[in-house]
């Protein structure tokens, strides 16, 4: 069963950056074939997709974090990063990654996230 681990997070004042990584525990071989998603939950808040990279290293991004996010992927490390500047209070969630392959769903059993706090 494919798990991944989020890590990275923490308390910054607004405007402030901070960056997430993922870590798959999948062969490279099968997390190069697969599209890549950052999503986030903030409390009483159903979860939303942040950010997604595809195998072949194309990026969409929720309006809300068009121009402050990047999404990257190293695929020799099975990790995928999020690159979060100009932080907002509204960014405050947990954030968790996920993998779907092309065409699929979201598979991994999502795992406990790390938690973003903006605020001064």
């Known amino acids: 069963q494919v798990q991944v681990v989020e890590s990275g997070g923490g308390l910054v004042q607004p405007g402030g950056s901070l960056r997430l990584s993922c870590a798959a525990s999948?062969?490279?071989?099968?997390?190069?074939?697969?599209?890549m998603g950052w999503f986030r939950q903030a409390p009483g808040k159903e979860r939303e997709l942040v950010a997604t990279?595809?195998?072949?290293?194309?990026?969409i991004y929720a309006d809300s974090v068009k121009g402050r996010f990047t999404i990257s992927r190293v695929d020799a490390k099975k990790t995928v990063y999020l690159q979060m500047n100009n932080l907002r209070p509204e960014d405050t969630a947990v954030y968790y990654c996920?993998?779907?392959?092309?065409?699929?769903?979201?598979?991994?059993?999502w795992g406990q996230g790390t938690q973003v706090t903006v605020s001064a």
């Open positions: 996920n993998a779907r392959l092309r065409g699929g769903s979201w598979y991994v059993r």
């Open positions: 999948i062969s490279e071989t099968i997390f190069s074939t697969n599209d």
């Open positions: 990279i595809s195998s072949g290293g194309i990026t």
